[in-house]
């Protein structure tokens, strides 16, 4: 733009020298350097460090990441903070990573309102924020993306296959995993859809198990023993639920009973193709996570990083369990993020 004539020199230096530093910056948040300190620093807040879903996404997540700093794409990374499955706890590591610095920050909510507060805090802060697995209540509005499944989705497989199993139809539970997930919101939403459509399908109650085991099999063993024969499925959030709680009643000589939950664990994918577990539904969380850092060397590299990727949900049954049933084989089969 030109200066006007009546502008003088010493005043026109002064303007380009006051609008250097914000060139300055853009340039360097262009670069990955959004803080503009020189470096690029990426924060990872996991959701737990111990169940066997998060397990295969965290390993990911520090194999990639530990490439991105040894080929100098970014400086460091803060490693795996542990959010012990406690939105309170991912709260507090969220303000961890702004006083660090952080850049970009990868996050798997707790749950959806509780983890709220550490994207907002992010975001304010001026971190870039890649949510994954599942949403907050602000991750549509404020994440720089989402790369996840869709859990409606994932609730109308599982319905689906119960139908197809029990022509019939019959009575079920559903076991929940932590409530206020937006997994566990979404995934009760799908089964309802399917289920809640089918009049020849009775829902006895929801049981809330916090995605644990333990729990699933205590009420797989309340259901047996108050409803008896009229019990004929058991539908679960997770595999770790669907596949104690299908243990349970194999020994307790209801294998009639079915039962069915998400994540296509090691665990429940051997027992389907031994037998004793009909299906799983597989979540690619490892591609989630993939898709996210991915995401994060797209903006660092000036690309195009759409508001959300999805990675698809899998029905798994005797069929197919071998393309899914080891890592190695696992991992030839993702396939790629579909953009919404």
Same mark, same amino acid.
């Given at each position: 733009?030109?200066?006007?004539?009546?502008?003088?020199?010493?005043?026109?230096?002064?303007?380009?020298?006051?609008?250097?530093?914000?060139?300055?910056?853009?340039?360097?948040?262009?670069?990955?350097?959004?803080?503009?300190?020189?470096?690029?620093?990426?924060?990872?807040?996991?959701?737990?460090?111990?169940?066997?879903?998060?397990?295969?996404?965290?390993?990911?997540?520090?194999?990639?990441?530990?490439?991105?700093?040894?080929?100098?794409?970014?400086?460091?990374?803060?490693?795996?903070?542990?959010?012990?499955?406690?939105?309170?706890?991912?709260?507090?590591?969220?303000?961890?990573?702004?006083?660090?610095?952080?850049? *970009?920050?990868?996050?798997?909510?707790?749950?959806?309102?509780?983890?709220?507060?550490?994207?907002?805090?992010?975001?304010?802060?001026?971190?870039?924020?890649?949510?994954?697995?599942?949403?907050?209540?602000?991750?549509?509005?404020?994440?720089?993306?989402?790369?996840?499944?869709?859990?409606?989705?994932?609730?109308?497989?599982?319905?689906?296959?119960?139908?197809? $199993?029990?022509?019939?139809?019959?009575? *079920?539970?559903?076991?929940?995993?932590?409530?206020?997930?937006?997994?566990?919101?979404?995934?009760?939403?799908?089964?309802?859809?399917?289920?809640?459509?089918?009049?020849?399908?009775?829902?006895?109650?929801?049981?809330?198990?916090?995605?644990?085991?333990?729990?699933?099999?205590?009420?797989?063993?309340?259901?047996?023993?108050?409803?008896?024969?009229?019990?004929?499925?058991?539908?679960?959030?997770?595999?770790?639920?669907?596949?104690?709680?299908?243990?349970?009643?194999?020994?307790?000589?209801?294998?009639?009973?079915?039962?069915?939950?998400?994540?296509?664990? $090691?665990?429940?994918?051997?027992?389907?193709?031994?037998?004793?577990?009909?299906?799983?539904?597989?979540?690619?969380?490892?591609?989630?996570?993939?898709?996210?850092?991915?995401?994060?060397?797209?903006?660092?590299?000036?690309?195009?990083?759409?508001?959300?990727?999805?990675?698809?949900?899998?029905?798994?049954?005797?069929?197919?369990?071998?393309?899914?049933?080891?890592?190695?084989?696992?991992?030839?089969?993702?396939?790629?993020?579909?953009?919404?």
């Amino acid at each position: 733009m030109k200066l006007r004539k009546l502008i003088s020199l010493s005043v026109a230096a002064l303007m380009v020298a006051g609008m250097a530093i914000p060139a300055a910056a853009d340039e360097a948040a262009a670069g990955g350097d959004v803080n503009g300190d020189g470096k690029i620093v990426v924060g990872y807040i996991s959701k737990n460090t111990t169940d066997p879903f998060h397990g295969p996404i965290n390993s990911t997540a520090t194999e990639i990441l530990d490439g991105l700093v040894a080929d100098g794409t970014i400086d460091e990374w803060t490693g795996i903070l542990d959010g012990l499955t406690d939105a309170g706890k991912q709260v507090d590591l969220a303000a961890d990573c702004i006083a660090q610095g952080v850049d *970009y920050a990868i996050i798997l909510p707790a749950e959806a309102v509780a983890s709220d507060p550490a994207v907002v805090n992010m975001t304010e802060a001026g971190i870039k924020v890649v949510v994954v697995n599942s949403k907050t209540d602000s991750t549509d509005d404020l994440a720089l993306t989402y790369c996840g499944s869709d859990d409606v989705y994932a609730g109308e497989l599982m319905a689906t296959y119960i139908q197809e $199993q029990l022509p019939d139809g019959g009575a *079920y539970i559903h076991c929940q995993g932590v409530i206020g997930n937006s997994a566990q919101i979404q995934r009760g939403e799908g089964i309802l859809n399917i289920l809640g459509e089918d009049d020849k399908f009775e829902a006895l109650g929801d049981y809330p198990c916090d995605w644990a085991a333990d729990k699933a099999v205590n009420a797989a063993t309340d259901a047996m023993s108050m409803y008896g024969d009229d019990l004929k499925a058991i539908i679960c959030d997770n595999d770790d639920m669907s596949s104690a709680a299908q243990q349970a009643c194999n020994e307790a000589g209801r294998s009639d009973i079915v039962c069915i939950g998400v994540d296509g664990n $090691q665990g429940p994918l051997t027992m389907v193709k031994e037998g004793t577990l009909g299906a799983t539904v597989l979540q690619d969380g490892v591609g989630q996570v993939t898709a996210g850092i991915d995401a994060i060397v797209a903006d660092i590299n000036g690309e195009t990083v759409e508001k959300e990727y999805t990675i698809p949900f899998v029905l798994v049954t005797s069929e197919n369990v071998d393309q899914y049933l080891n890592a190695d084989s696992a991992a030839e089969a993702e396939t790629e993020a579909v953009t919404e």
